[in-house]
């Protein structure tokens, strides 16, 4: 038998080794796992419906659902479209509805209480909130009026209102239709 080289030997002993090794290794590793199955949960709720009225020139008025983002034309295709001669100049069909509005189709609008003229404000019992709410009345002019109010005594009239600071002829000519005593 041809006697090998120490050098051969020995590198002929570290491949061995390291194959030995390796295998043994690969041999006691487990297993790759297959990861579980995973449902995709929507993070976000599903579209909440919304109910709407077509009143007018449409098919069939009523209540109809629509999904959240729905437009004017959406609603009135649903209520069976429009009715022939329908007039479409006070609608704008691309706007986005709200959940209980009424859609008023080739009619005006009926009067709501929007606008129904607001009840008037009494200068001896509103509350400096209620007064803040008053065109060109902000916070610190609501407090004097109550102050005024508490110091002096009731108004006996709206023009009173003169005598708090702040309140000149033009935020009282403001205020004269918006307030009573």
Avoid: Y
Avoid at 20 to 47: K, N
Avoid at 154 to 161: G, H, K, R
Wanted: charged share 20%; net charge neutral; glycine share 10%.
């Amino acid at each position: 038998m041809p006697r090998l080289p120490r050098r051969g030997l020995l590198a002929l002993g570290i491949a061995v080794a390291c194959t030995v090794i390796g295998l043994g290794s690969w041999w006691r590793s487990p297993a790759a796992e297959q990861a579980p199955d995973v449902a995709l949960v929507s993070t976000t709720a599903p579209a909440p419906e919304l109910v709407v009225n077509v009143v007018g020139e449409v098919a069939t008025p009523g209540l109809v659902t629509v999904a959240s983002g729905a437009r004017v034309a959406d609603a009135i295709r649903l209520a069976g479209g429009l009715k022939p001669g329908a007039d479409l100049h006070n609608l704008n069909l691309a706007r986005k509805l709200t959940d209980g509005e009424q859609i008023a189709v080739g009619i005006p609008p009926p009067a709501g209480p929007a606008a129904a003229t607001p009840s008037k404000l009494d200068l001896n019992s509103a509350t400096a909130s209620e007064l803040d709410s008053l065109p060109g009345v902000g916070p610190v002019t609501a407090q004097r009026i109550v102050d005024h109010r508490t110091r002096k005594g009731p108004f006996a009239s709206v023009d009173q209102l003169r005598e708090v600071e702040g309140i000149g002829d033009a935020k009282l000519a403001k205020l004269a239709d918006l307030v009573h005593t």
